[in-house]
């Protein structure tokens, strides 16, 4: 796997510390790579591509990671069954976000600090 190389310029204070900094680079890749199984989901089956975003615009609650499965156990299972927008969606896809959402964060994470140690 190639060293990933993340630059977080204007998004957090200069006295931020290197795990804030690697949190935060972490989160902002995983959330672009996050949506890519349930979007590539939708196109394939030529559903909306757009009703997942909307649907998670309807969380008050941040969606997350392999502590993925445990919030989409939360965001799917329990808050989501009471939201229609939620509830109508295919769930595996679904699931499939969070735990690419997770796998995004461990993969930045682990890289970034590689880089600091080497």
Request: aromatic content about 4%; hydrophobic content about 55%.
């Amino acid at each position: 796997m190639h060293a990933v190389r993340i630059r977080v310029a204007a998004a957090y204070d200069p006295g931020m510390s290197e795990v804030d900094r690697d949190a935060l680079a972490a989160g902002l890749v995983a959330a672009v790579i996050s949506g890519v199984p349930s979007t590539a989901w939708a196109v394939a089956r030529r559903h909306d591509v757009l009703a997942a975003a909307r649907a998670a615009g309807t969380l008050v609650l941040p969606s997350g990671a392999a502590a993925g499965l445990a919030i989409a156990a939360l965001d799917l299972g329990v808050i989501g069954r009471r939201i229609a927008a939620i509830r109508a969606l295919e769930q595996l896809p679904q699931w499939l976000d969070h735990v690419a959402y997770g796998e995004a964060v461990g993969a930045v994470l682990r890289a970034r600090r590689r880089a600091r140690c080497a």
